[in-house]
């Protein structure tokens, strides 16, 4: 065994290997030693590998004899107690039998003192301890003896019963009248009950005797392990010294010293056992000589490996530090590049806007056309590719800012509606009312994923609905789990198709004559931004019936409240009609939210007869939502319809296709209606109803469309043609504004004037707009009378980082090239709560109350709406001036005549006609006498009086001017 434990730390030390896991071992099993292997030592048994052989000699010798001597000695010894205490009950039995007719007599006869010896002496007998004569009545009439230690037996008049426990039995025998008649010679029968005998007999010497027959055992069994633990012993010592010797030589081959080797140990077998060591010795020692030159050759490759990888160490730490400044040139790459190629895009997308404006043949309108749709494809691959690049090279940020759900949803909707709206789809948000709308998070990422999602949907459906859904799937109270879908009916993706799908620079359709481009970067950036919110992105498609993109998010609450609708609309009626089953309960479930009563309808009919049929009951409908389309509607009979409504008591607010606003503009009354477009905001459409539930009072002007005034903006930038566009589309929507073409002239003009807003180019030379800022904002620290003027930076970068640094250079907001009139627009009412004029809509012009308040002539506007041709426009101006005259009679000749027909068309002649020049002043006093002539409205005789003023008061000063 000892053996067997040095051979295992050997091998351990790697000194020695025998295959196969197997550890070598000595043992001498029946006298016979040999040379075994067995496995690892699972072998060892309990407690006992511990010990040594000799203790275990010793345990095993004694153990067994302890064990039968324990067992024999207890068993003789309980057999012997038993038998005691057998004998005393049958000699206690023995005795009251004996009593018995002895003490009838007395009993029968109440002598006492005879009964009194007769006890005296049964106390004589050995282990009687107590004695006591009862009556019948088991009242004690004699007792010799101490007091019974015990309660009596129970009384059984025809045997005698006993008891028994630790210390003594007891027993309690009836005394009956055959008794007396055995003391007399005479055996007849007698059952009458004379009296009773108690006896109590002691256990103490039964005990006593046991416990000296134990002592004697014990000490017998005592002497008997003695001899044989000695025996053991002189057998181990003879085993136990030889493998001791072994033990020793083993350790010193342990510790190395493998020239050590056994002597004889006097014993055939443990002699073997010692050979079988001396030659292991020898072969360990010859193996330990080889293993040596191997390990001092490996030692010697090692250090040239070492020397090696040093080398390669410090080529990898140069790579690094190249890499690293590799990537931060990309940065910077990527920031330079972003703004070159921004700058020239957001000049030539602001152009071409401008420009389509402007009187061109229709194949121009078609090459501007062509160019803006490929400027605005460019800037999508561009955007994509930074992105990608981006999120490649780890450098994308997210930001944690509160946003609102429902207006991220709707913003996003309102975008895309044009690209839907062109193609006759219908889209639909759907936001569950238990839904979380105050959040934490991306604002910006999350609209960008969800543009991403749609903008798809839209290019691969020809036709049907597009239904974004946001509902809670799990809500705690910090955080909500939402699932955003965006549906489609479009043609759907194959298996094939969906394994590739959000695969970099991969597309659903790779073929020649695919129908959709791009880059194949949208749904790869989208899933690694979702991920990298901690969220999970994924479709379930059904080739011909559609898709469903998905997106799982978890972000934390925001504690910022709702605002609550307008108390105005609470408990109102209000007629909804739309014939698109999904968008009727889009429409539905935003009306309600708003606190109104909804009736919805599907025809526009049944909806006259509800609300006739409501104010016959005297429970009016006081509004009507119409969602309409040119394909079920018809300007003309929406018209109709709408003056049929405000008879009614009914005020109207038309949602129609963004494509399609142009159409129902010119035919109906904006004193009467709103009109917005598809799909609808909520807060656009709560401001809507309520404006039509609190109209103003008679007599008093609806305000211009700039409100109190018109907004003081300044514009910087060192790109002219950035500077032109910025100026022309603010100017075009009615604001006053200045210029700067460098940051030193930017802070001299904040200075000289204050501006209600300024719009800051960020990269100028010199002076940057981050520098010109800080000038700004450290001027007006020490001018406690100016308030704070809002910066808006126009930035072409597109790094994740440039927003926060932008905002701690003291600047508000920013805007990213390209620039359009919505964000401008927004912006400018976000920081200012002025309004600029809308320029896809020209109906604002059309009010009465502004028509004086417009210029008679303005030769910049005709310029402008001549493309920038001076010769053009004055052209244009001359055509119209030379025709006035001749319109103006037959206007009032159409007039005297009531021909209300030749009336109209006049009117539209002219008002087509002021379109291309620049007369502000007549063109909406065009456009608001053909909208009440379309509407057989009253107030046209005075608006076709407004006409002729314009037509005289433009005369009059062309004629001044000339």
Not at 94 to 103: C, E, I, M, Y
Not at 254 to 272: I, K, M, N, Q, Y
Not at 800 to 828: F, H, S
Not at 843 to 862: F, Q, W
Request: charged share 20%; net charge negative.
């Amino acid at each position: 065994m000892i053996a067997g434990k040095a051979l295992q730390a050997i091998t351990r030390k790697g000194r020695m290997h025998i295959p196969n896991g197997y550890w070598a071992a000595f043992c001498c099993p029946a006298g016979l030693c040999r040379y075994t292997a067995f496995p690892n030592p699972s072998w060892r048994i309990g407690v006992f590998h511990d010990f040594s052989i000799k203790t275990r000699i010793v345990m095993l010798t004694l153990l067994p004899s302890s064990l039968l001597a324990l067992v024999l000695g207890s068993y003789f010894t309980w057999q012997q107690l038993t038998e005691m205490q057998s004998n005393l009950v049958e000699r206690g039995q023995l005795t009251v039998q004996q009593l018995a007719p002895l003490a009838a007599p007395a009993l029968a006869q109440n002598h006492h003192n005879r009964l009194q010896r007769i006890a005296n002496r049964v106390l004589d007998q050995a282990d009687i301890r107590a004695v006591s004569f009862l009556d019948s009545k088991l009242e004690t009439i004699v007792h010799a003896g101490p007091s019974l230690s015990g309660p009596r037996p129970p009384a059984d008049p025809t045997q005698s019963t006993m008891t028994r426990d630790n210390k003594a039995t007891h027993l309690l025998m009836p005394v009956l009248g055959y008794h007396q008649n055995l003391a007399s010679g005479n055996s007849s029968q007698d059952d009458r009950l004379l009296g009773w005998i108690a006896l109590e007999i002691s256990h103490h010497n039964a005990l006593l005797q046991g416990y000296r027959n134990l002592l004697a055992s014990l000490l017998l069994i005592i002497a008997v392990l003695v001899v044989s633990a000695l025996l053991a012993m002189r057998v181990g010592r003879s085993i136990s010294d030889p493998l001791r010797r072994i033990q020793q030589g083993v350790s010193q081959l342990r510790d190395g010293h493998l020239e050590t080797r056994l002597p004889a140990l006097r014993s055939h077998e443990l002699d073997e056992l010692a050979a079988g060591i001396n030659r292991m010795a020898e072969v360990m020692q010859h193996a330990q000589e080889e293993m040596q030159n191997s390990i001092d050759q490996a030692t010697e490759d090692v250090r040239q490996n070492l020397e090696t990888i040093e080398i390669q160490n410090i080529e990898l730490d140069m790579a690094r530090r190249e890499a690293l400044e590799a990537s931060r040139i990309k940065s910077e790459f990527l920031a330079n590049m972003s703004h070159e190629i921004r700058t020239p895009l957001n000049g030539i997308i602001g152009f071409t806007n401008l420009l389509q404006k402007c009187e061109l043949s229709p194949r121009q309108h078609d090459y501007l056309n062509t160019i803006q749709k490929s400027a605005d494809s460019l800037l999508d691959i561009i955007n994509e590719i930074l992105d990608f690049s981006k999120i490649e090279a780890g450098k994308l940020v997210l930001e944690h800012t509160p946003f609102n759900l429902r207006e991220l949803i709707q913003d996003t909707l309102t975008i895309l509606a044009p690209a839907a709206h062109a193609k006759h789809l219908e889209l639909v948000s759907l936001i569950y009312r238990d839904t979380p709308l105050a959040l934490n998070g991306d604002p910006l990422r999350l609209r960008q994923v969800l543009t991403n999602l749609i903008s798809n949907a839209i290019k691969f459906t020809n036709e049907g609905t597009i239904a974004v859904r946001a509902m809670v799937e799990e809500i705690g109270e910090e955080f909500a789990q939402l699932r955003i879908s965006v549906h489609d009916t479009g043609i759907g993706l194959s298996q094939e198709e969906l394994n590739s799908l959000f695969q970099a620079f991969s597309q659903a359709d790779n073929s020649l004559t695919r129908q959709a481009g791009g880059t194949g970067l949208g749904l790869v950036i989208s899933k690694r931004l979702i991920e990298q919110m901690g969220g999970e992105i994924g479709v379930n498609s059904v080739p011909g019936e559609g898709s469903e993109f998905w997106i799982r998010l978890s972000l934390p609450l925001d504690d910022q409240s709702e605002d609550e609708p307008p108390s105005a609309l609470h408990g109102q009626r209000v007629a909804l009609l739309e014939q698109h089953e999904l968008a009727r309960q889009s429409m539905q479930h935003q009306l309600e939210d708003c606190g109104l009563e909804v009736l919805p309808f599907a025809e526009l009919d049944s909806l006259l007869a509800g609300v006739a049929a409501a104010r016959q009951q005297n429970r009016p409908i006081a509004l009507a939502v119409l969602g309409v389309t040119s394909r079920d509607t018809g300007a003309e009979e929406l018209a109709q319809r709408v003056a049929d409504l405000d008879r009614l008591g009914c005020k109207c607010l038309v949602l129609c296709p963004t494509t399609e606003q142009l159409v129902y503009q010119e035919a109906l009354p904006e004193t009467q209606i709103h009109l917005q477009s598809k799909p609808a905001r909520r807060d656009q459409l709560e401001a809507a109803l309520g404006e039509l539930l609190a109209p103003q009072p008679a007599g008093q002007q609806t305000p211009g469309p700039l409100g109190n005034r018109a907004p003081r903006l300044l514009c910087v930038d060192d790109n002219p043609a950035n500077l032109l566009l910025v100026q022309t589309l603010l100017g075009d929507m009615g604001a006053t504004v200045s210029v700067a073409d460098s940051g030193q002239a930017a802070v001299a003009a904040a200075q000289r004037e204050h501006f209600d807003l300024i719009f800051m180019d960020v990269q100028m030379p010199g002076m940057d707009g981050r520098q010109a800022t800080r000038a700004i904002r450290q001027w007006e620290s020490a001018q406690p009378e100016r308030r704070h003027t809002p910066i808006i930076a126009l930035t072409a970068h597109a790094l994740a980082n440039e927003r926060r640094a932008l905002l701690q250079g003291g600047m508000d907001d920013y805007l990213t090239k390209p620039i359009n009139e919505r964000q401008l627009a927004q912006v400018v009412h976000k920081w200012t709560r002025l309004h600029l004029r809308s320029p896809d809509s020209q109906a604002d012009e059309a009010r009465p109350a502004a028509i004086g308040h417009l210029s008679v002539l303005d030769p910049e506007e005709g310029l402008r709406l001549a493309a920038g041709k001076p010769d053009l426009a004055a052209d244009m101006l001359s055509m119209l001036l030379a025709s006035l005259d001749a319109d103006r009679q037959a206007i009032r000749q159409a007039r005297r005549d009531g021909d209300r027909d030749a009336l109209l068309e006049r009117v539209h002649r002219l008002h087509g006609a002021t379109r291309y020049c620049g007369v502000p002043q007549l063109r909406a006093a065009c456009q608001h006498s053909e909208t009440l002539l379309k509407q057989h409205a009253s107030a046209a005789d005075a608006a076709l009086d407004e006409l002729e003023a314009a037509i005289l008061r433009l005369a009059g000063e062309a004629k001044f001017g000339a």
